[in-house]
C-alpha cells in the first residue's frame, strides 16, 4: 500500500480539490509539527522532567501542569513567525496573542487546547492538542477579542492530535474528517484512515457518573435509560467508558460510535457546562458532524450559538446522530 504523507494529503486537496488555500494547508503543517514536539515531550515523562504541577493557575484559575505550559509555549513559537496568523488564542491563557510586529501577518486565527485532559498526565493515559482555525474578519487591523466572537460553523478547519499508544492527527476542512498517525521512526504523519465515519446507532455511552446527583432531570431520565440494559425502555445493554480526557473519548467515539455527555448540572447554575465553546466544544462539534454525528448543547447545535466571550462554557452531546438527538428532545420536553 502506497503510503500517503500529511504533507502530499495537503497539497493533493490544495491542487485538486481546491479545498485548501495555500496559506491554510501550511499553517496545518505548522500546527502538526508543534503537536509533533509536543508528542515528543509528552512521552519522556519524568525523564524528561515534565511530569507534576507548575506553581501557576490558568486563566480559569486551574492548577497548571508543567506540560500545559510547556505545550502552549510549543504552539505559540510554532505559529507565530510562520506568516499565516494573524492571532492566536489559547484555553492556557486570558486574552488573545497578536502576532508580534516583527513577523508577517496572515489571514486566519488560531484558537488551541494545548494539552486536554491534563489529570491524565502522570498517569501515563491518553491525553491530546485540540484546535481551530478561523478566517480573520474583511479588513481587520488590529486583532481584538471580538473578532474571535465567531460561531463554530464559520470554522475553516479543526482537528485533535492524540498522544496515546500511537500519536495521531485527526483532521477537517468540512470536506469528512481523516486520520495520521506519526511514524517516529520517519518523523512524518502518515494517512491512516479515510473519510471516517461515526456508527449512527451505539451501545456505549461516556459521562462523569460521579455527578449524577447533580445532573439535571432530562440527562437524569435519558442515563437511566441507558443502565436499565435489556430490560429496560432502551432493551439494550449499554456499557460506560470515561477517560477524563476529551481527546481520548471524542477518538473512541469516531472509531466506533457512542454519546458523549459533559452536561451543565446544579452545583453552580450560573456555569453553563465546563467545557469550552471556542477550544473544545467547536472544533469537537466540527469534526464530530463531518463524521456524520452531531453534536448540541441540549438546546441547540453547537456550532450555531453565538459566543460572546473568550473562554464561554457550554453543555456538550456529541456523537452519534441518534443517542444525541434523544437526549436533545429530552431536554426540549
Request: charged letters at 20%; one cysteine or more.
Amino acid at each position: 500500500m502506497k503510503r500517503i504523507s500529511l504533507t502530499q494529503y495537503l497539497v493533493e486537496e490544495q491542487r485538486s480539490n481546491n479545498s485548501i488555500p495555500a496559506e491554510l494547508r501550511l499553517l496545518i503543517e505548522v500546527v502538526a509539527r508543534a503537536c509533533k514536539t509536543i508528542s515528543h515531550a509528552v512521552s519522556k515523562g519524568a525523564l524528561g522532567e515534565v511530569l507534576g504541577t507548575a506553581d501557576t493557575e490558568n486563566v480559569q484559575g486551574e492548577v497548571q501542569k508543567k506540560l500545559d505550559i510547556i505545550s502552549n509555549e510549543i504552539l505559540l513559537e510554532a505559529n507565530e513567525w510562520g506568516g499565516h496568523l494573524a492571532a492566536m488564542a489559547s484555553e492556557e491563557m486570558e486574552s488573545i496573542h497578536p502576532i508580534p510586529n516583527r513577523y508577517p501577518k496572515g489571514e486566519y486565527m488560531l484558537l488551541f487546547d494545548p494539552l486536554d485532559g491534563s489529570s491524565n498526565i502522570d498517569v501515563n493515559v491518553s491525553i491530546g492538542t485540540i484546535f481551530s482555525v478561523l478566517k480573520a474578519p474583511e479588513g481587520m487591523a488590529e486583532p481584538t477579542e471580538q473578532d474571535f466572537m465567531q460561531a463554530g460553523s464559520k470554522q475553516v478547519a479543526a482537528g485533535y492530535a492524540v498522544y496515546g499508544p500511537q500519536t495521531m492527527l485527526v483532521l477537517t476542512f468540512g470536506n469528512g474528517v481523516n486520520c495520521f498517525t506519526l511514524d517516529r521512526e520517519m518523523g512524518s504523519w502518515v494517512l491512516t484512515q479515510s473519510n471516517m465515519q461515526i456508527p449512527a446507532t451505539t451501545k456505549e455511552f461516556a459521562i462523569n457518573m460521579s455527578n449524577a446527583r447533580h445532573w439535571h432531570p432530562p440527562v437524569k431520565r435519558y442515563v437511566d435509560e441507558l443502565l436499565a440494559g435489556d430490560t429496560g425502555p432502551r432493551g439494550t445493554n449499554f456499557n460506560m467508558r470515561w477517560i477524563a480526557s476529551m481527546v481520548a473519548d471524542v477518538h473512541r467515539i469516531l472509531n466506533r460510535g457512542g454519546i458523549f455527555m459533559y452536561p451543565a448540572d446544579l452545583r453552580d447554575t450560573s456555569m453553563p457546562g465546563k467545557l469550552r465553546l471556542m477550544y473544545e466544544a467547536n472544533p469537537m462539534a466540527f469534526i464530530v458532524e463531518q463524521a456524520g454525528g452531531a453534536a448540541t448543547d441540549g438546546q441547540q447545535r453547537i456550532m450555531d450559538i453565538a459566543p460572546h466571550k473568550l473562554h464561554q462554557r457550554v453543555p456538550v452531546f456529541l456523537g452519534s446522530k441518534d443517542e444525541v438527538a434523544r437526549v436533545t428532545a429530552y431536554h426540549a420536553e
